[in-house]
């Protein structure tokens, strides 16, 4: 059996997002914020494979992750993307400590080991980013307003130290996920 699959690194809410949160449920049924027990920040889509590969992927993303320990981001800014017609509202991942933070290099090396194992490599640069909603429609103006309010402003800090393989069922309410593996940073592979 095919199923679509993900690797991510999960999110847990913080103040401020939980903050964000409250304000994107006042927008209206254009703005549909995502579940927030379902926060992450997808490393490498791997899209359709077939079940059985579900162990070779985990052995792959543990030797990966055996080379990196947890480390702490700051979650920050709210965005839309793209910015002409958006359809995810989104806040980043940062380090202000260093320009190529830890996530980067993690999903950097995930996508090389990925690749190896014959997923097909992404074109796009890897942004660290936590989608807070998806946009059907026009957005409403209020959205530019949050958007301009949460510009620079820091949202907590989260700690970074587990991957897990994830399969997203698509569905009219919405993406269905569900973890297969759980792998924690820094433990031997």
Known sequence: M??????????????????????????????????????????????????????????????????????????????????????????????PDRPRSAIIELASALEEALTVVGFASEKRPFRPHVTLARIRGKPPVELEELQRAYDQVRLGTVVIDQVELVRSELGA???????????????PA
Do not use: C
Request: aromatic content about 6%.
């Open 173 to 187: 309410e919405g993406p269905r996920y569900s973890t297969l593996a759980t792998v924690k940073l820094g433990e």
């Open 2 to 95: 095919m199923i679509r699959t993900f690797v991510a690194v999960p999110v847990p809410i913080t103040s401020g997002l939980a903050e964000v949160f409250e304000l994107l449920s006042t927008l209206g049924p254009q703005v549909r914020p995502v579940r927030r027990e379902a926060l992450h920040v997808t490393l490498k889509f791997l899209g359709e494979m077939p079940e059985g590969r579900v162990g070779e992927i985990t052995e792959t993303i543990t030797r990966v992750a055996a080379r990196f320990s947890g480390f702490e981001l700051q979650l920050q800014d709210v965005g839309r993307l793209p910015s002409r017609r958006p359809r995810v509202v989104f806040a980043d991942l940062v380090d």
